[in-house]
């Protein structure tokens, strides 16, 4: 009967003229709101197919192309038929291959078991939140953070906590703010460094007063975000929390990627390393919704982190100079200021002064106002959790910054003589 049912709704014509009936969506996914980095990179886009000038600075991708040996890698997997299923958590050889890069840059050590490929480090985190969450347990996440991370937590029908880090500290939380944020409840602290948006990233100090804290509260997990750690110009040589906290080896997942550091966010590998029980439930989670991450993507992975890593330098020495324009050049903004980052390729601005100059009620308004006025799409702050800020991705060529500036400028200097008018 049920089915009968099914098979008349879907062959009655929708032109039938029948009242619609609203589905109803489950809480979960009314909980959550879409991305703001993928929804103003999407806008952008559909401004710029309808003919508008738009300059895109939404998109935290990098604008290079995947280097050659690393895509004919690809090609080479699709050539000699690589183009099936692969076991869920990826195949042994990328493993392989993950495991000697903890190890060569990060001095973690790591079995098979320990690792899991996901179609992205998004889908890495995803499974994360879905393994250690039960309803109601809290996750800490410093704000400002990346978008997805409270709403994937919701999903998870967890609750994210988020203690606010100014500029004043640089962004970052400090021991005594991760101590007053961990409650009977908290089960996740989800942390990323270097940080998208801020671009500030933790020194060897400042990861061990945080592990001493973590040291305290053995319910803990912690998910460190390390994807940008190849886009990187900090004064001390990069580092992950478990490199410097081994003591917390048992709690901790180590969480990386390929998007960043080898231009190949559309090829979607993510990776995880952890204790062996948390990845082994991450995995069964991924192999009851996608699966392996594409077998072609795989195979490309191994040639980018067993290949020459001269391409990682080249397109960080390209990422540092845009920061330090952007940066410079962005404090030179009327009611604009901006701390210079220590990796990512994202400049964080404090916009309250060009706000309030221009009589934004809030920075969804200033972000608005730049799109209409200066044709440059930027991510408004409020989605990192920051009100009074935005975010410009500097992953693109120093001729669009510098033309994204001059507009920015104009727009601010037009706006507030039109109010003062
Ligand atoms: N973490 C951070 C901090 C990011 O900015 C991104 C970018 N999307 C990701 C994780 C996920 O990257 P991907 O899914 O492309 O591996
Ligand atoms: N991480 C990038 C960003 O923040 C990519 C978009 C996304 O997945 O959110 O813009």
Known sequence: MLQARAIAYHTASPTAGRPLVPVALSRRVQRVKPSPTLAVTARAAKLKAEGKDIISLGAGEPDFNTPEHIAAAGIEAIRTGFTRYTTVDGIPELKDAIIAKFKRDNQLDYERAQILVSSGAKQTLYNLCMAVLDPGDEAVIPAPYWV?????????????VTPDCSAKQGYKLTPRQLEAAITPQTRLLLINSPCNPTGAAYTRAEWRALGDVLLEHPRVVIGTDDMYEHIFWGDEKFSSLLSVVPELYDRTVTINGISKAYAMT?????????PKEIVTAMTTIQGQSTSNASSISQKAAVAALNGDQQCVAEMNAQFKKRHDYIVAALNTLPGVTCLPASGAFYAWA??????????????????????????????????????????????????????????IRGALERGVIAKTA
């Open 148 to 160: 997805s991370y409270p709403d994937m937590v919701m999903l998870a029908d967890g609750l994210p």
């Open 266 to 274: 559309g090829w979607r590998i993510g990776y995880c390393g952890g």
């Open 350 to 407: 404090d916009v309250s002064g060009a706000m309030a100059a221009l009589g934004c009620r809030d920075d969804n308004a200033f972000a608005e106002r730049l799109i209409n006025d200066a044709g440059v799409a930027v991510v408004a702050g409020s989605g990192f959790g920051a009100p009074g800020h935005m975010r410009i991705s500097f992953a693109c060529s120093m001729e669009t910054l510098e033309k994204a500036v001059a507009r």
